[in-house]
């Protein structure tokens, strides 16, 4: 079966943008998507888009009222954090099964402020605080002490992982923040939900990202100068575990899906030269570059301290600058990550450029739970 | 009268609140609330209730220090196995909410109380488990 490309992919720069609404957003991610791809919306086939926050609100058919309505299909698709890369499987896969040659994928997404999570109760009293916590840094928290129970992990090995992404945020111009912020910094930073500190939790951001997904016959049609192959697409839910219920699962759907997509792709972990992961809290990363194969079960602490997984170590990581200062608009980051991928394998990515970057893995967890990988190749 | 938090508390007229659990009788996973498939190996109408434990051992935890208005902190959100199994969420009481003084696999025992005074709109009052240290 002939592969998949993405022959166009961009994202706007993160940040907050009250006044504007996200079918403008998206909108603008999809022009630039488009014009990356030499294409227009008059091209597209069908229309893949991602959004949280406004769901029931047919986000995609009104980014369209922007920006062309030729009535394609348009699914809109909803998947917790893992919504942009829904979309843009949903896209990989219409064109994998012969329906379609030229597919857009938007992610968008504009964000309240404040904890994530938590609220919910059903019927009688607020549980939060009385239940424990519900929120998502306290989630994820219990998720990274679960390592730390295991493998001694400590505060200061996650805190180095939120120094590591903030610093390389500093390369990228799109991020929300590019600011440094020294290891002193992140642990003494105010306290959310031990271990992890208002500078180890992602930021909430408005952003938006789009790709153009094409057949290899349209790919060799267009030109593949600047093509991106698209070597594995895989999505999981969380198989069972004994603490499903009260402790959602982001371990095992993850190592379920990293090896579909090694064994997709006919690659091992060694063969990657870039990871976007969801760090969505610094506890977070820790468990995925174990979840990814990058190292060892018990390493993820000694690659965060030996550097490996720094730019210009062993397998960089989040180079982008995460979650945690790029910033997470929970619908766009599914394809923001592969935006950023992409830029590196194209040798796109200015100051923050992986050397000789030939393969490059993107990662998301949407809590609840599912999980999203694709490798990308370089062409 | 007071009210049970979740379903899962039961307060018998006759008896000692407790926590159930419904175990399916094929694999012998441990689930709580009611359900009529086990989501483990998908055996059908093989749910028993059983009552949970009211002793078990920490698993994993945070220490909670910003939450939404009108909570209290900081808190301890704690995650205990308990012994013959099930797993559940509650506070960790009695316990101060420093890293170096929480132990995991301490041993805590779940205990029953008043909802820390909350009332739903009708003015009810609601019983709640806890999870304290075992000296």
């Known amino acids: 079966m002939s592969d998949v490309y993405v022959l166009g992919v961009d994202m706007i720069k993160f940040g907050r943008f009250p006044d504007r609404t996200v079918p403008d957003l998206g909108a603008e991610a999809a022009l630039l998507a488009l014009d990356d791809a030499g294409l227009n919306i008059g091209n597209m086939e069908a229309f893949y888009c991602g959004n949280l926050g406004q769901a029931n609100a047919m986000v995609g058919q009104r980014i369209l009222q922007e920006i062309g309505q030729t009535g394609i299909p348009v699914v809109n698709c909803s998947n917790a954090c893992a919504t942009g890369a829904t979309a843009f499987r949903e896209a990989w896969t219409s064109i994998k099964a012969g329906l379609y040659d030229v597919v857009l994928a938007v992610g968008v997404e504009q964000m309240g402020t404040g904890l994530l999570g938590g609220s919910g109760g059903g019927a009688g009293i607020p549980k939060e605080g009385l239940l424990g916590s519900g929120t998502m840094p306290a989630v994820f928290a219990e998720a990274g002490m679960e390592h730390a129970r295991q493998y001694g992990t400590t505060f200061e090995q996650f805190a180095k992982i939120s120094v590591k992404n903030h610093h390389h945020s500093t390369m990228n111009p799109k991020a929300r923040y590019q600011i440094e912020t020294p290891l002193d910094e992140v642990m003494n930073a105010e306290m959310i939900s031990y271990p992890n500190t208002k500078l180890m939790c992602s930021v909430n951001v408005d952003g938006a990202a789009a790709a153009v997904l094409v057949s290899e016959k349209k790919a060799k049609e267009l030109g593949m100068q600047r093509a991106v192959r698209i070597k594995a697409s895989v999505m999981t839910s969380d198989p069972y575990q004994e603490r499903d219920l009260v402790m959602p699962d982001v371990n095992s759907c993850t190592r379920k899906a990293a090896a579909e997509a090694y064994e997709m792709a006919g690659l091992g972990s060694s063969d990657v030269d870039l990871v976007e992961l969801h760090d969505c809290f610094a506890t977070a990363e820790m468990l995925h570059y174990e979840n990814l194969g990058l190292c060892d079960d018990g390493e993820a602490g000694r690659l965060i301290d030996e550097g490996e997984v720094e730019l210009g170590g062993r397998i960089p990581v989040n180079v982008s600058g995460g979650l945690l200062s790029k910033g997470h608009p929970l619908g766009a980051t599914g394809i923001a990550n592969i935006y950023e991928v992409c830029t590196h394998l194209r040798g796109e990515a200015g100051a923050r450029q992986v050397k000789d970057a030939k393969i490059g893995m993107t990662h998301v967890i949407g809590l609840g739970s599912a999980c999203g990988i694709h490798i990308l190749e370089k062409v | ?135």
């Open chain 2, 1 to 135: 009268m007071s009210l049970p938090v979740v379903e899962y508390l039961k307060l018998p007229e006759d008896g000692e609140p407790y926590l159930e659990g419904h175990k399916c009788s094929e694999c012998g996973s441990i689930f709580l609330g009611e359900r009529n498939v086990c989501s483990n190996c998908f055996a059908r109408d093989s749910m028993q209730s059983i009552k949970l434990n009211n002793t078990g051992k920490l698993y994993s935890y945070s220490i909670v220090f910003r939450s939404f208005p009108g909570i209290e902190v900081p808190y301890i959100s704690a995650i205990v196995d308990l012994d013959g199994g099930g797993t559940l969420k509650g506070n960790l009481i009695d316990c101060e909410p420093d890293p170096d003084k929480i132990n995991f696999d301490m041993p805590v025992e779940v205990i029953f109380d008043d909802a820390l005074g909350r009332k739903d709109k009708d003015g009810n009052s609601y019983i709640s488990y806890f999870f304290k240290p075992i000296s």
